[in-house]
Nanobody, 124 residues
Framework: QVQLVESGGGLVQTGDSLRLSCTAS????????VAWFRQAPGKEREFVGA???????HYADSVKGRFTISRGNVKDTVHLQMDLLRPEDTAVYYCAAGRPILSAIQNPDMYYYWGQGSQVTVSS
C-alpha cells in the first residue's frame, strides 16, 4: 500500500515562495502520475497541476507561470514550487498519485493514493 507523505506547508506573505514535497512510502511513483490539488474553506477540491509518468506537466490556469511541479533528486519525491503567492492560493494542498488519461488529469476520482494535506496560508 503506497502512502503519500507531504511536507512544507506554512504561513507566508503575498509574493513569497513556498515548496511542498510529496514522498511515496511503502511504494514507488514509478509509472504513476502525481498531481496536486487544493481545497479552500467552503470550496470544492481544485486541480493545481500534475506531472505525468512521462514527465509532461500540466497546470491550472490560475497557477500557470507561478507554480512548478518537479520530480525530486530523492527517489519517489515530487515537489510543488509555489512562487508569487497570493491570498487566493490559501488552501489545504494535497498530493495524489494515479494513472489518469490526459483528458481526466484534473479529475480527483482518477487518483488512487492521497497525502494527508498541507496547509498553505498567504497573508495580504
Amino acid at each position: 500500500q503506497v502512502q503519500l507523505v507531504e511536507s512544507g506547508g506554512g504561513l507566508v506573505q503575498t509574493g513569497d515562495s513556498l515548496r511542498l514535497s510529496c514522498t511515496a512510502s511503502g511504494g514507488t511513483f514509478s509509472g504513476y502520475g502525481v498531481a496536486w490539488f487544493r481545497q479552500a474553506p467552503g470550496k470544492e477540491r481544485e486541480f493545481v497541476g500534475a506531472i505525468r509518468a512521462t514527465n509532461t506537466r500540466h497546470y491550472a490556469d490560475s497557477v500557470k507561470g507561478r507554480f512548478t511541479i518537479s520530480r525530486g533528486n530523492v527517489k519517489d519525491t515530487v515537489h510543488l514550487q509555489m512562487d508569487l503567492l497570493r491570498p487566493e492560493d490559501t488552501a489545504v494542498y494535497y498530493c495524489a498519485a494515479g494513472r489518469p488519461i490526459l483528458s481526466a488529469i484534473q479529475n480527483p476520482d482518477m487518483y488512487y493514493y492521497w497525502g494527508q494535506g498541507s496547509q498553505v496560508t498567504v497573508s495580504s
